[in-house]
């Protein structure tokens, strides 16, 4: 186990390339069962998550090996299995995104209820109802089993816009005999980057970025070369960190498009930036100050559904709206554990009122105290990082392998920024 030692106060400046984007990475990993041939995956994050995606293949006999720094050949000729093992199951809740691919490929996919970040209520009903329409067989009991003798398209409204739903339904449908028609699909970056994926494999998806997908079935896809985009949330959180501590920071591999969103929210605590063709900079001296709505009202981040504001960025806006003069609402409404974390800013010295479990007010700017921290997922550690490195004195994070599992090498990253954090080895 291992915790981290965080001397705060100190503003952060540098330059970094951003990480490919973990949520485009586990999905597309899944995919490559849906191929015989080989399949060449780059810009996946050396993260823990991607590990346990990477170790499910090897386990169902899939041939895994590193060719360079976050490139990947998976080579899914044979798969001897179409049960996942139940301790990478249970690390991992993308884990469910193998049951579209292993259910096209081999006919059945058998897996414990995936584990994943507890952060409210996370259904997954949607999965379930849209595997169904395409003609598979689901049961629930103690395991999920999925099984089908053939695959046909459907005319597909889900039943909320999940991303990992939508994915499955793809994974599933690029196969299936007919046309499949999916409408209120989530649209995020990294559904794009599975559908871009799949066509690069023969598939023929058309629709890409909007909430109505059209998928032609396939009788077979081959393999493809193909590159995970940049990760807009861990972009979000470096240009978060930037600004909490008063500091700078130069980001290359950026995509410009996929910002948009976020600019909005961000512009409301007076935090702006520059894109020059695939670089973003944030510059010291930011105005960091609350930008009220028409009448002087108290403005609301809120977030929703691609092109909405991303809900994992909603606990890094918390943390950047205490050190912002001004009153602002933090309104997150897809998960209901989510912002319970702000205790132990208000431990901190955060002037946070937690309305209910979907709204806090945020007063600021605060000055934050160190603490003893415990990480309760990836999104709400990363937000406590930011918070020990803006607060006076020395903090101590644990459970730091839930921040592990999104942020590619953060100490040594944080490290080459000026951040005093180490990684510390405890008994």
């Not at 001004?326 to 208000?346: A, N, P, Q, W, Y």
Request: aromatic fraction near 6%.
């Amino acid at each position: 186990m291992y915790e981290y030692h965080v001397e705060g106060g100190f503003p952060i400046k540098g330059r970094i390339t951003a990480s490919g984007n973990k949520n485009a990475a586990l999905p597309c990993i899944a995919a490559t069962l849906l191929s015989q041939e080989p399949v060449i995956l780059r810009n996946i994050p050396d993260i823990e998550d991607t590990n346990v995606m990477l170790n499910i293949l090897k386990a169902l006999g899939v041939g895994v090996e590193k060719i360079e720094n976050h490139a990947w050949k998976i080579d899914a000729a044979s798969i001897l299995r179409h049960d996942i093992p139940q301790e990478l199951s249970k690390k991992i809740r993308a884990s469910i995104l193998f049951a579209g691919p292993l259910l096209a490929r081999t006919g059945k996919a058998i897996m414990l209820p995936p584990g994943g970040d507890v952060i409210g209520r996370r259904r997954l009903d949607t999965h379930f109802l849209a595997l169904t329409e395409l003609g598979a067989r689901v049961t629930t009991d103690s395991k999920f089993e999925f099984s089908a003798n053939k695959l046909v398209g459907a005319d597909i409204f889900l039943d909320e816009a999940s991303v990992t739903a939508t994915e499955n339904a793809i994974m599933a449908a690029v196969l299936a005999e007919g046309k499949t028609i999916l409408t209120n699909s989530a649209s995020e970056p990294h559904v794009q980057d599975l559908c871009s994926m799949l066509n690069s494999m023969g598939a023929k998806i058309s629709g890409i970025g909007s909430n109505i997908l059209t998928i032609e079935g396939v009788r077979k896809l081959h393999g493809t070369d193909f590159t995970i985009g940049p990760d807009f949330m861990e972009i979000g959180s470096f240009i978060g960190l930037a600004a909490a501590t008063h500091g700078s920071i130069i980001i290359d591999g950026v995509k410009a498009q996929d910002m948009r969103p976020l600019r909005i929210a961000f512009n409301k605590l007076g935090i702006r930036w520059d894109i020059e063709d695939s670089t973003l900079t944030v510059s010291s001296g930011q105005e960091m100050k609350v930008n009220t709505d028409l009448g002087g009202m108290i403005p609301k981040i809120d977030d929703s559904p691609w092109p909405g504001f991303p809900p994992d960025l909603t606990s890094i806006m918390t943390v950047v709206a205490t050190q912002v003069e001004g009153t602002v609402l933090i309104f997150e409404k897809m998960f209901e554990s989510r912002m319970f974390f702000v205790d132990k800013l208000i431990s901190m010295g955060a002037r946070i009122t937690l309305c209910d479990p979907h709204r806090a007010v945020v007063s600021g700017p605060s000055t934050l105290h160190g603490d003893h921290l415990v990480s309760p997922d990836v999104r709400a550690g990363m937000a406590m990082v930011i918070a020990a490195l803006s607060a006076h004195g020395e903090s101590k994070i644990s459970n730091v392998y839930q921040i592990e599992r999104g942020y590619e090498h953060l100490v040594e990253r944080l490290q080459s920024l000026g951040a005093h954090i180490e990684r510390i080895e405890v008994k």
